[in-house]
C-alpha cells in the first residue's frame, strides 16, 4: 500500500480517486463587513418581512385575484380581505429569564421541557400598522413559531380577532434543474457529532471511519469504492471539552493545556482525511466557534495539519455549497432542534420541510435562536431551492426525497451524532440516494 492517500496503489495499478467540480455558496453568511452599533433587533425582522411580503404579493393574483390586500390597520369587520405579515406565537411555557432567576431562589427543583408547546398557544399577525390576534380551526398554533411570514385570507370579527379562512404560505423556491451526470457514481459523505475529546469518543471508531474512507481497509473493491468518495463535510460539534474547565474561572497552565488536547487530537485525524479528499468542516454549538447563528468558519489556525492541504476549507454554519452543480445547504442542527421546542411535528424531516415552504432557514432567529443583529438583510431567506438539504447532530439518521409543487426535488438528510451511534452519511450524487455507513463493534456497514 503506498503512501500517497489520493492514489490507491495496487501492485502495478493505482486506483485514482474521482474528481468534482466544488463552489462554495457561504458569502452571505459571512459577518466580516457588517458593523454593530448597538442595535436591536427589529431590522431582521423588517428585511424579513419586506422579503417575503413581496415574494408573497407575486403569488396572491395565482391564489386569491379578486380579494382585497389590506393592512392590520385597516382592517374591517365583517369585511374579507388578505393580511400580510410575521406570526408572533403566545406561550405561557416559553422559558423567561424572570423564571431562572426564581427558579434559582426556589426550593423545589421544577422540571425541564423539552418542548413548550400547549393547548394554551396562541397566534397573532403583525405587520408595521399593528398587531391582530388570530382564530379559526385552519391555523394550527402547534405548527407555526414566531419569525414565519404568511399571507392570511380571512375577516375580522366582532372581538376585533382576524377569523382565519385560508393560508398562503411562500412554498418551495424555485430549483436549478439538476445536471444531466454521466453514469458514474461520485459519493458525498457526511459526519457529525464527532465530540473528539469527550468521555464517549471512541477514536478507533472514527480511525476505521477515517481507513475507511481513505481506501486503507478492504480489498480491491472496497478500495475502488472508497475512491469514488470525492468529498467529506464534517457537520459541527467536532470537540468537547471537559464542562469542569469551562466555569468561567481562570484557568491554570495545566487546564489550559487540557482544553487544546481536543482540537489537537481532531487536527492530526482530519489531516489523514484531508491527505486524500476534500473535507469542509462546520462549526456546531460545542464547537470554538462563535455561538450565534451564522457561526463564523473555525480558524484555520486551530488546524496547523490538515489546513497545510488546500483540499480543507473551514466553512461556516450554515453551510451553502455546489458540487458537480448539485446545490447543497446544511446546518449543524440548532434551527432544527429549536423548531422542535416551539412546535411539533412527526419528525425532524418534517421540520426541515417547513423551512424551505417557509423560505427561511431559522426562522425562530433572533427570537428564541441566537442570531447576529442584521440590520438591512436576512442571510437566513432561502433564495433557491438545494437539491440535497441536511442538519447535523440528530438523534438518528432519517431520509427522505420530497418533491415540490412545481417539480423541485430534495433530499433530506438528518446525520446522527458520530459519537453515539458510529454512523456516517452516504449520499450518491448521480441520483440523490442516501445510505449509512457504520463502524460499531461489529464493523458491519
Sequence with gaps: MAAAPMEINSENDAIQRKQSLYKSLDERFGIQKEMYR???????????????RTLLYSLL????????????????????????????????????????????????????????TSSDDYLVLEDESGRVKLCGAVLLPSVYVTGSVVALLGKETGSSDFMVDDILEAGFPQQIERPLVSGEDKYVVFVSGLSVGGSSSNPLQFQLFIDHITGHLGDEKEQSSAAQIVQVVVAGNSVEYPSAL???QNLSSKDQSRLSEPIKE???LLTQIAAGIPLD?????NDPANF??????????????????????????????????????????????????????????????????????????PNTLGCYPFTDRDPFF?????????I????????????????????????????????AVVLNLRNLDCHTLSFGTELSP
Design 38 to 52: 448597538g442595535q436591536q433587533y427589529s431590522q431582521i425582522y423588517f428585511a424579513r418581512l419586506h422579503l417575503m
Design 61 to 116: 393574483p395565482n391564489w386569491k385575484p379578486h380579494v382585497p390586500v389590506c393592512t392590520v390597520l385597516g382592517l374591517e369587520e365583517g369585511k374579507e380581505c388578505i393580511i400580510v405579515g410575521t406570526i408572533y406565537k403566545h406561550m405561557k411555557l416559553k422559558p423567561c429569564i424572570l423564571d431562572e432567576y426564581s427558579k434559582e431562589r426556589s426550593a423545589t427543583p421544577l422540571v425541564k421541557l423539552h418542548n413548550f
Design 246 to 248: 469551562l466555569n468561567g
Design 266 to 268: 481532531l487536527d492530526i
Design 281 to 285: 468542516i462546520m462549526p456546531g454549538p
Design 292 to 365: 450565534c447563528l451564522p457561526q463564523q468558519a473555525l480558524h484555520r489556525c486551530l488546524f496547523p495539519g490538515s489546513s497545510a492541504f488546500n483540499t480543507f476549507r473551514s466553512c461556516t454554519n450554515p453551510h451553502s455549497f455546489e458540487l458537480d452543480n448539485v446545490s447543497f445547504l446544511g446546518t449543524s442542527g440548532q434551527n432544527i432542534d429549536d423548531l422542535e421546542k416551539y412546535s411539533d411535528a412527526n419528525d425532524k424531516l418534517e421540520f426541515m420541510e417547513r423551512t424551505l415552504r417557509w423560505r427561511h432557514l431559522a426562522p425562530t432567529a
Design 382 to 390: 432561502i433564495e433557491t431551492c438545494p437539491h440535497v438539504y441536511f
Design 392 to 423: 447535523g447532530n440528530q438523534d438518528k439518521y432519517l431520509s427522505r426525497l420530497i418533491k415540490g409543487s412545481e417539480g423541485q426535488v430534495v433530499r433530506f438528510i438528518c446525520i446522527p451524532r458520530f459519537v453515539e451511534t458510529g454512523a
